[in-house]
Structures are given as structure tokens and as C-alpha cells.
């Protein structure tokens, strides 16, 4: 049989329609194929929490210092540095009484420019601040120093839950929280009908317990605290949760 062109044209048009045609069809048992979603897997969440004694105390020691001279105000504040650490570094221990020395900035003051002089502001002194930061778990040798350290005064005080104290207490209620997640797999798998569970994926992790900043009393502010009086000291307790997420494949 001959073709004509308008056949072969005509047969030219099919062939694509044609491929898709098969395409199609040769996707089709695929998709007959996929799994259905399981209704066997239970996701979960169990925590346990305690309170713990908090075992940390920092005090953030500061002062400024102004004058017209810049460099004056820093060879001011490197003094009442200077002071404070001689005094910090005698009761200075690892772990106890940790000692740094904080930021030491001097910064220019400007005068107004007066209204249509089209003129910079000029600079008519100059300012500067400094700060020590004292930590550890020793709180009383910290609390004494506070009134030790004349030269700086107390602008802020935090206490916080130390590493080894949140291991230890972590250690205690892991086991809490993952025999929660358990109990909790048991008696929701039987509710749903089933006999048992299989743990499948989880995660164990602690949250964070919050640091408390606290304001100094406005007496250990001032620069002429007596030497004999310490900072009272009450850390109060933290909060300590562990976690536990996954999910468990319930068995019949």
C-alpha cells in the first residue's frame, strides 16, 4: 500500500498523544502499588522535671569615669580596675570564684552646634566605663568580696544552675521521663486495640534552666559600702525538664 503525505502527516500528529498514552499507563500500576499510610505508629512526648538548689552567683562590677582629657579617664578607670582585681584575685579559686575583667571603653562627649552654624559638634570631654565580672559557686567568699571592692560598684547580680549540678540532676530524672514515654506507649497501644509497642525513633534532651538577673540593692551601689558588709544571697531554685519525643510502632 502506498502512503500518502497526508497519511504520513496524520500518523506524524498520533505518535506523540500515542507516547503519552503509554507513559500513562505504564505509571498507572505504580501508583496502584504505593503502601497505604500506617495507622500502627503512635507519636509520643513525656518529660520529667525537678527543682534544684541554684549553685551559681555572678556579680557584675562597674563604674565610669569622666574628664576632659581621654586619656585621663582611661588611666582612672585602669586604676579602679587595677583595685578591684587585687582584691578579687585574693579569694580567686577555679570553679569558685572565677575573676574577669569585663570591657574598658572611652568615648567623646559633644557639645550642641549652635542653630545656622553649619559647623561639627565640637568635643568637650570625654567619658569612659569599665566592668569586672566576678562568678562561681562559692557564694559566700563572692558575697564578701562585694564589700570588699571599693574602687567598682555592683551593677548587677545573677544566679544560675552550674554544669555539673544540671548532669547530675539530668542523670536523675532521665530515667523518670523515659519510663513516662513508656507507660504512656503501653496504655495508649490498648486503647487503639493493640496488645504491645516496638519503639521506634526518639530523642532524649534537656531544656536550658533560665538564668536570674536580679538588681542590686541601692546600698551596694554606692561607692562607700563598708568593707565588712556582704551581699545578701538568695539563689532560689531552677527548673530542670527532660524531654523525651519519638514515636512507637504498636504490635498486635
Do not use: C
Not at 499510610?37 to 556579680?59: F, G, I, P
Not at 566576678?134 to 544552675?161: E, N, T
Amino acid at each position: 500500500m502506498i502512503r500518502t503525505s497526508k497519511t504520513l502527516s496524520r500518523n506524524r500528529l498520533i505518535a506523540p498523544w500515542a507516547a503519552l498514552a503509554i507513559g500513562a499507563a505504564a505509571l498507572a500500576p505504580a501508583v496502584s502499588r504505593a503502601e497505604p499510610a500506617r495507622t500502627d505508629v503512635l507519636n509520643l512526648s513525656a518529660s520529667a522535671t525537678t527543682e534544684v538548689a541554684r549553685d551559681l552567683l555572678q556579680l557584675r562590677f562597674s563604674t565610669t569615669r569622666e574628664g576632659k582629657e581621654a586619656a585621663a579617664v582611661q588611666n582612672e578607670l585602669k586604676q579602679a580596675l587595677d583595685a578591684a582585681l587585687t582584691e578579687a584575685r585574693k579569694v580567686a579559686k577555679p570553679g569558685q570564684v572565677d575573676v574577669q575583667a569585663g570591657n574598658l571603653s572611652v568615648y567623646p562627649r559633644y557639645g550642641q552646634t549652635k542653630p545656622g552654624s553649619g559647623g561639627s559638634p565640637q568635643i568637650t570631654g570625654w567619658q569612659g566605663s569599665v566592668e569586672l565580672m566576678v562568678q562561681g559557686r562559692d557564694m559566700d567568699a563572692i558575697s564578701r568580696l562585694s564589700g570588699r571592692i571599693q574602687s567598682l560598684s555592683i551593677a548587677g547580680v545573677s544566679y544560675g544552675l552550674s554544669r555539673e549540678a544540671r548532669e547530675k540532676v539530668e542523670a536523675e530524672i532521665v530515667a523518670q521521663a523515659i519510663a513516662s514515654y513508656k507507660a504512656k506507649a503501653g496504655a495508649y497501644a490498648q486503647q487503639f486495640g493493640y496488645t504491645g509497642f516496638r519503639i521506634g525513633e526518639v530523642s532524649v534532651n534537656a531544656d536550658q534552666p533560665q538564668v536570674v538577673m536580679m538588681a542590686a540593692a541601692p546600698r551596694f551601689k554606692a561607692m562607700s559600702a563598708s568593707a565588712d558588709e556582704a551581699l545578701p544571697v538568695e539563689s532560689g531554685k531552677a527548673t530542670v525538664t527532660v524531654n523525651v519525643n519519638g514515636n512507637v510502632v504498636m504490635t498486635r
